[in-house]
């Protein structure tokens, strides 16, 4: 609500960028989802308006097409959302979301196990609040969101090492324990990874600074033919968002309605997976698999298990990470040394969500559940897997298994990277 109470209703049915939808198309989807899985499939009640199930189904409309469909308007919206919230506390308070036995896999029963469908639909409503906080940053006009400053860089920021080494052997990667953890989370297995070194934190606004003085966006040698055409076609000269100011001679950014000079000491965000790519090469390096990244983030070779977290199997608090929109920009690089990993990297939670070099692909024994739609469409070569959750992901749906993808050309998300390296054998036993 927060979102879109802060727009006049014109802005809230704008569209802001053919990439988003209106706002109030979010709210209303929201609202609609919920209705479908809580009220219906959960608590088994009559619809209270399925006639709007084909306006807010996101797979029939593009969200370029969007605005020409007949959505409820803003206040329609938000009496729709708050009369679908009042019937699914209800479903709440009735329902039986004890766990289940593994015999009992009816689909109601799976759906209801450990609440499993209410974890389903408050992710749901999260990743569409962090896709709202997208739209916002897209939209013009003057500023209308407001936070405080992310806590300054700890003292040992400006000290820690450039990388980190994580050892090589096997992990297990995904769940088949997290109650919450959606379909392509699923299930655990082993993988074997390889010895490597991994950026201590993402790479910085001033790292890639240095990229765009040295020429790299027009340096064919470190981009993909499809990287290289993209930037041509789009005409990429830097992150979105940013702009040269040649009176200063400084790089600008917008953020959320204001301009400021870029500030070098964080990490860089609103870069496509083709930039960061070309990037890591520029720099000798290379963007981390998927279970490169995973192993970094929630490998303990002390116990040799996989933790929930970086830091532990708590759930985030503030002192792990920047999240859940509390602050509306990363934090400087460094920061939240108690959300450290064991092999000492940091901010792989919260920041910015970083590119892998993985294509999203289903785990073995993956099972699509509840519905093909959310993953399994999904799978191939099309999408890039990011990790980790940004300052504008909710912590339900950040865990050090939850699996984020996109268009390798996506820069409007918040998204940012940091770059790994092969390890030799004698590195290994260092570790």
Known sequence: MALTDCVDDADLAAQHSPLMSPLVWDLAHIGNQE???LVREAGGRPGLRPDLDHLYDAFQHP????????LLGPDQARSYVSEVRAKTVDVLAAVDTAPRTPSETERAERLLADGFVFGMLAQHEQQHDETMLATHQLRRGPAVLEAPEPPAAPAD?????????????PFTMGTSEEAWALDNERPHHTVDVAPFWLDTVPVTN????????????????????????????????????????????????RVFGRT?????????????????????????RRLPTEAEWEKAARHDPASGRSRRYPWGDADPGPEHA???????????AGSYPAGAAPCGARQLIGDVWEWTSSDFAAYPGFEAFPYKEYSDVFFGPDYKVLRGGSFGADQVAVRGTFRNWDYPIRRQIFSGFRTARDA?????GRG
């Open 35 to 37: 209705e479908l899985w």
């Open 322 to 332: 920047n999240l859940g929109q509390t602050h509306l920009r990363p934090a400087p």
């Open 206 to 253: 001033g790292d890639y600074l240095a990229f765009i003085a040295a020429g790299g966006y027009t340096d064919p040698r470190w981009w993909t033919e499809a990287g290289r055409r993209h930037v041509q076609e789009a005409g990429l000269e830097a992150p979105l968002f940013w702009s040269y100011d040649t009176g200063a001679g400084v790089w600008t950014r």
């Open 157 to 169: 920021a400006a000290v820690l090492p450039a990388e980190v080494l994580v050892p090589g052997g």
């Open 424 to 428: 030799s054998a004698a590195d290994n």
């Open 260 to 284: 400021e000079p870029v500030r070098t000491d964080e990490p860089v965000v609103h870069v496509c997976w083709y930039e960061a790519d070309a990037y890591a090469r520029w720099a000798g």
């Open 63 to 70: 969200r370029a097409d969007r605005p020409a469909l007949p």
